[in-house]
């Protein structure tokens, strides 16, 4: 019998954007820097040189809005 799935949108790509943040933060952190500073000062002013190009770090902040990694953090924070 067929089924038909039904993906959540949304949800998925919140966590595409967590396990991203992870990957840049493992990054920064694997490069000597304090990542959580790092990415203050990129949301805070969109400049992405806050960011290492260590391991693509860049290019993959590059890829995510920073509207989008502040509602991510914040429903993550919420458990939502």
Known sequence: MDRTSVFNV??????MILITLQE???SL????YNAE????????TGDDSYISSYE???DKIRTLKR?????AL????EGI
Do not use: C, F, H, P
Not at 37 to 44: A, H
């Open 10 to 15: 949304a949800a998925l790509r919140q966590e």
């Open 24 to 26: 840049i933060i493992t």
């Open 29 to 32: 952190k694997k490069k000597g």
């Open 37 to 44: 500073n790092q990415l203050v000062g990129y949301l805070l």
């Open 56 to 58: 693509g770090a860049r």
């Open 67 to 71: 509207e989008e990694i502040l509602l």
């Open 74 to 77: 914040i429903k993550s924070y």
